[in-house]
């Protein structure tokens, strides 16, 4: 059974960090995508990062605030965010795919271009 747990939200002032942690089990973790989004009160649910074999990519509005990383012997991605903002305040989640070459950022970062999701963690960012 595929399964992803993400954990390490909480409440930040602006400016402070955190890191989120998604824990994968149930598949084989080299041969999957595993990206982070997030969906904010009234609003859709965006892709923010995605670790894809070697590659990273991010949304627009975190570039060079958080990264994305991945460690093969935890099977476990996480997500550092810095410099944070009140507009990152959402619920975040972690979501895997099969790897494919074909697929690029634009796939990557869709909701629809996942296949599982683990259940989100809060991150609250107090200005």
Known sequence: ???LQASGGG???AGGSLRLSCAASG???DD???GWFRQAPGKEREGVSCISDSSTYYTDTVKGRFTISSDSAKNTVYLQMNSLKPEDTA???CAAVQ???SKGESDLLRSDGMDYWGKGTQVTVSS
Do not use: G, K, R
Request: glycine share 0%.
């Open 1 to 3: 059974e595929v399964q």
């Open 11 to 13: 409440l930040v002032q």
């Open 27 to 29: 598949f084989t973790f």
């Open 32 to 34: 999957y995508d595993i």
């Open 91 to 93: 619920v975040y989640y």
């Open 99 to 101: 790897f494919s070459p």
